[in-house]
């Protein structure tokens, strides 16, 4: 069973910086691929970025790019989202998901498991 565990949300002022984490188990990720999503209260679940596990690919929003890094750690399992530049748009909970397909995807429905989310909150 795959399992999810994000952390690393807080408030941070406006440009201020990030470092979101999430903890994968359950499997070897090998032929995964994992993402980050974003949703803020009244909004639909949003896509933010995604990598894949064998190889490393990476695919961006168009509304974060340039802003986000997303990396990740095979030894620990973890996947990373570094944000800089935060704005007051960017308050919301963020997730992490997984998909056993090695084609990134940006839509929510297509992510099998999900992390309970940790929330960001930036201050304007």
């Known amino acids: 069973q795959v399992q999810l565990a994000e952390s690393g949300g807080g408030l941070v002022q406006a440009g201020g910086s990030l470092r979101l984490s999430c903890a994968a188990s359950g499997r070897t990720f090998s032929g995964y691929a994992l993402a980050w999503f974003r949703q803020a209260p009244g909004k639909e679940r949003e896509f933010v970025a995604a990598?894949?596990?064998?190889?490393?690919?990476?695919l961006y929003s168009d509304s974060m790019k340039g802003r986000v890094t997303i990396s990740k750690d095979n030894a620990k399992n973890a996947v990373y989202l570094q944000m800089d530049g935060l704005k007051p748009e960017d308050t919301a909970l963020y997730y992490c998901?997984?998909?056993?397909?090695?084609?990134?995807?940006?839509?929510?429905?297509?992510?099998?498991?999900w992390g309970q989310g940790t929330q960001v909150t930036v201050s304007s």
């Open positions: 990598i894949i596990w064998s190889g490393g690919s990476t």
């Open positions: 998901a997984a998909r056993p397909d090695s084609i990134v995807s940006t839509l929510p429905i297509s992510y099998n498991w």
